[in-house]
């Protein structure tokens, strides 16, 4: 979510229509007075302020947006020639400034940088506040045997410095297991940097991965870090390695070879202290017969390889996750009465097949506690989504005609509170968090946030 506050009507417009067109949901803002009302009411990602605005100035925007929300990344706009207020905007806590007149392409990439900062500060902040109980390898849940041989050769890689390759479906906890092994580790004070390779653009992940020199290609006005860099001397995770091409592929093993990152477009060669754990959901060796994987790389990676089984497979560790799950959901989504879950509804999860695994059971459990009625949760409670999909297909009418109830009722709430969250949810009788949470539910977006597109 992006806040363009400028005062200049004509290129306020240009700027949001065309981070717009880029995919941000924007909200604009003529002046510090609207600013200030919008900040306390939404939490942007990054902040476009021009630093001279009628009335309360582009600093005092500043100020405020850091004290309500540190971590809101805050780009100030400032005239030509005017190094005074770069200087003293970033000595107030900008992340960046642009001068005027500045291009399109140099305002998206900007934006894009910001983003990507908010993004990696949210995982490393995440990934430091719950290191110390997540990523202990006692504490991650599970008795079934299979979870148990799973979490003891993460440990034992975690001893080692190599490559590992963990193999399992999506939604059975890989993530966890490759924290677990870098926490753990000697290189646990190091960056733990994620990345998908899975749904992104070849041209964009290589250069997300290796960073690139300015001019590199059309649009690379500035030179870029990549994650590899950021993961030095820690670990860097590569999701679903199999979507990374040939081509790259064969580029990622000079680099694991020799220890030395060259940026796209660039001629020095960096050398870095950084180790690979990566994950598929296909089998690399049957790419490799089919020629869709190398084999060096392969054989590079796949040294130590752990495979987490499937939840299916692994039906113990149901009771301990969905109890879990329950007193994980916040207070403000926690029903006081609900206090635990029936014998019936435990065997009625253990039957089904989970074909999303971990990540299903989750959204099982809450939406069984956020619609349930009594202090347990009972058989009837839990629905399955094979079991919604039947309903919509054999009614036509029940469920989704109660889903858009309920988003017709929150429609009408936010409309009537002129789309402020916190007071749409008085109306409803709900916590801000529900609000939230319901608003995400249904895609409901400001009419502000779509109307430039």
Known sequence: MLLVVEDDLDFRELVAKVLSGKGYDVDEASDGETALRLIGNTKYDVIICDVKLPGITGMDVLRETKSQSPDTDVLIMTSYGSVDSAVNSMKLGADDYLQKPFGLAELEMRVEKAIRHRMLSNEVSYLRHERDIIYRFKDIIGRSLSTKRVLEEAEHASLRDGPVLIYGEPGTGRKLIAGGIHYNSERQDGSFVRVNCAGVKEGYLISDIFGH????????????????????????????????????????????????????????????????????????????????????????????????????????????????????????????????????????????????????????????????????????????????????????????????????????????????????????????RVMHYKIQQFGIKHPRWIKNR
């Open 213 to 432: 020199v300015r001019g590199a290609f059309d649009g690379a006005g500035r030179a870029r870090t990549g994650r590899l860099e950021q993961a030095s001397d820690g670990t860097i995770l590569l999701e679903e390695i199999s979507h990374i091409s040939l081509a790259n592929q064969d580029r990622f093993l000079d680099f694991l070879k020799t220890g030395k990152l060259q940026r796209i477009g660039g001629a020095k060669s960096v050398s870095l202290d950084v180790r690979l754990i990566a994950t598929s959901s296909t089998d690399l060796g049957k790419k490799v017969r089919e020629g869709g994987f190398r084999e060096e790389l392969h054989a590079f990676i796949s040294a130590t390889t752990i495979r987490v089984p499937p939840l299916r497979s692994r039906k113990e560790d149901i009771p301990l996750l969905a109890e879990f799950f329950m007193r994980a959901l916040p207070k403000e989504l926690m029903k006081q009465h609900v206090g635990s879950i029936s014998s019936a509804a435990f065997e009625k999860l253990a039957e089904y097949p989970w074909p999303g695994n971990i990540r299903e059971l989750k959204n099982v459990i809450e939406r069984a506690i956020l619609t349930s009625t009594g202090e347990i949760i009972e058989a009837t409670d839990i629905q399955l989504p094979e079991e919604i999909g039947a309903s919509r297909a054999s009614s036509g009418y029940s469920g989704k005609v109660l889903k858009d109830l309920e988003k017709a009722a929150v429609m009408d709430a936010l409309t009537r509170a002129n789309f402020i969250q916190k007071d749409a949810a008085k109306i409803l009788g709900i916590s801000k």
